[in-house]
T-cell receptor, first 112, second 112 residues
Framework: TQLLEQSPQFLSIQEGENLTVYCNSSSVFSSLQWYRQEPGEGPVLLVTVVTGGEVKKLKRLTFQFGDARKDSSLHITAAQPGDTGLYLCARFMPYNNNDMRFGAGTRLTVKP | NAGVTQTPKFQVLKTGQSMTLQCAQDMNHEYMSWYRQDPGMGLRLIHYSVGAGITDQGEVPNGYNVSRSTTEDFPLRLLSAAPSQTSVYFC???????????FGPGTRLTVT
């Protein structure tokens, strides 16, 4: 059972386009993280969101945590080829046996 | 400052063979963990450790053993490799918990 559902699974766009990817769950998160993974490398943490309704910006990337803390989105403005990679969301439950769960990811390709 | 290192980078085993995947970190982090990544499955937690001498099971621990004798090292042992263990394995560390993790470059393991 995938506790974190990410959509879309694959996304291929042209340079300069905007996009949004989603991470959803039926459970409430205490916090949620977004990672980016490039081929042949380990994931790299982009952001952690903690508060319902929170919005964080990282250059052209905007992360939003849903008010009910059950969903999150990542919006990229004016995508560039360097944004290509696998975007993973993850949730950590420190009070549930240190359980750490990742979504399956959205594989983004930005074509020049 | 190497961060998180993993060896080997690639490994091919025959069914029934044993081996140890090495993970070392120089960030003085207490929390270390092992994940496996399979296509369409995201990362799944195998084992984790909150400090030297303390280990615990994650989501998919069967077929794997770990120990944590020092803060720096967290090896993952496969006692009798099976084809189902073909995967990419990542080690990760964090300062106090899994809250914000730093991943190694991964070990690609094939069991034939």
């Amino acid at each position: 059972t995938q506790l974190l559902e990410q959509s879309p699974q694959f996304l291929s766009i042209q340079e300069g386009e905007n996009l949004t990817v989603y991470c959803n769950s039926s459970s409430v998160f205490s916090s949620l993280q977004w990672y980016r993974q490039e081929p042949g490398e380990g994931p790299v943490l982009l952001v952690t969101v903690v508060t319902g309704g929170e919005v964080k910006k990282l250059k052209r990337l905007t992360f939003q945590f849903g008010d009910a803390r059950k969903d999150s989105s990542l919006h990229i403005t004016a995508a560039q080829p360097g944004d290509t990679g696998l975007y993973l969301c993850a949730r950590f439950m420190p009070y549930n046996n240190n359980d750490m769960r990742f979504g399956a990811g959205t594989r983004l390709t930005v074509k020049p | 400052n190497a961060g998180v290192t993993q060896t080997p980078k690639f490994q091919v085993l025959k069914t029934g063979q044993s081996m140890t995947l090495q993970c070392a970190q120089d960030m003085n982090h207490e929390y270390m963990s092992w994940y496996r990544q399979d296509p369409g499955m995201g990362l799944r937690l195998i084992h984790y450790s909150v400090g030297a001498g303390i280990t615990d099971q994650g989501e998919v621990p069967n077929g794997y053993n770990v120990s944590r004798s020092t803060t720096e090292d967290f090896p993952l042992r496969l006692l009798s490799a099976a084809p189902s263990q073909t995967s990419v394995y990542f080690c990760a560390t964090s300062g106090t918990s899994a809250y914000e993790q730093y991943f190694g470059p991964g070990t690609r393991l094939t069991v034939t």
